[in-house]
């Protein structure tokens, strides 16, 4: 995809989803004109035509996509002068931000909590749904289903689609930061492609975790998320060398962290710990990685302190993997219980999860001196692996190793 048309699909995909979902009340319609719209812009582009605001034109060629979708659909007479708006000139700018309206709308209470999240990610984030399905560590058909379900249910009676009340949006607040971190997650490290990260859903978070904040000011988990994503953005500027190669915090120049917004991370963290939820505790966890001036000054107690602390409201898989992480840097004496918890992780969940594990039993094994399982590990790990960064780095540790 040309990069012009790259950053408008990230900046411009969820206006103009809304402004169909607006109109036509139509979850489907509103994906389909998106991503018909986008497929003509970028046929123009590539056909050497130079399009001046590709939000606009895409916002109007989808306004008549769905006119054409909607002709075909028994509800066409009723629906159709909503969508006979003033076409948009290329030279206006769309006041309406849609974002956060449909993350609201994708957490309706009658989906479950995955539909909620998978239909965040593919209507806000135009996520493709083999991306979801790796998110989930579970089938593109899995997801395509559940998809297609939560539309339908959107959809439920043919009723007139309203965006969701200040009332509906505050029950809907802990669904939303959910949905927010799983975009951030998909950013802070890429499903697949050649960069470790995708700065544009990380960006995308970032925004929607503001806007929030800005909504809702004293709640203590909108508090913790934006934290966490703020001191992620911090140090995200040095996970990697100048060529694109990870680098683990044990090596990264923390010199060249975002000071001001860790200053900014660790205010907002503080204010959110005493509400003890899940987003201000992986917040301080996060605070205390981006506090230590060095690798060797991490405060491992405290942060298996957290750990044990956000496994009591959180009991997810991750966190057991990050807290028996945490512990293996405790001394010498927990190196060998960890790599027994470890192993005992593997199986549990999906494929994409035991990779997380295997890549931490690699670094686990190292440091144990055990070179064969680390290789062993290793290997493990690099198995469907998807990410050509990360897997830059799994050779340069096989190297080390020796494999």
Known sequence: MNSTLET?????????????????????????????????????IAAGEHIQNVGAWVTTTARHVAVDILRREAVFRQKLPLLAEPEIREDEVEE??????????????????????????????????????????????????????????????????????AAARAERLGVALTTVYGVYTLGHTAVAGGGLMDPRLSALALLLARSIVAEYPADSESLGLLALIELGEARGVARTTADGMPLTLAEVDRSAWGRQRIRRGLDLAARALPGGGRFALQAGIAGLHSSAETWEQTDWAAISTLYFGLARVWPAPVVTLGAIIARSHLGASELDSAAEELRQLVGRRSE?????????????????????????????ASLGEKNKAVLRYYARVAERLGA
């Open 8 to 44: 408008a699909f990230a900046e411009e995909w969820p206006r103009v989803v809304g402004a169909i979902l607006r109109a036509s009340g139509s979850v489907d319609v509103a994906e389909e004109s998106a991503q018909e719209a986008f497929a003509r812009a970028a046929d123009r």
């Open 96 to 165: 309406q931000d849609d974002r956060l309206g449909l993350v609201y709308v994708a957490c309706d209470p009658l989906l479950s909590p995955e539909q909620q999240v998978a239909l965040a990610l593919r209507i806000v984030c135009g996520v493709p749904t083999s991306d979801i399905a790796d998110f989930f560590g579970t089938s593109p058909a899995t997801i395509a289903a559940r998809l297609t379900r939560a539309k339908q249910v959107i959809g439920r009676s043919g009723e007139r689609f309203a965006w969701p009340s």
């Open 352 to 380: 994409e999860f035991d990779r997380r594990v295997f890549a931490a039993l690699v670094d686990v094994e190292e440091r144990r001196g055990a070179r064969d399982a680390a290789r062993e590990a290793l290997l493990r």
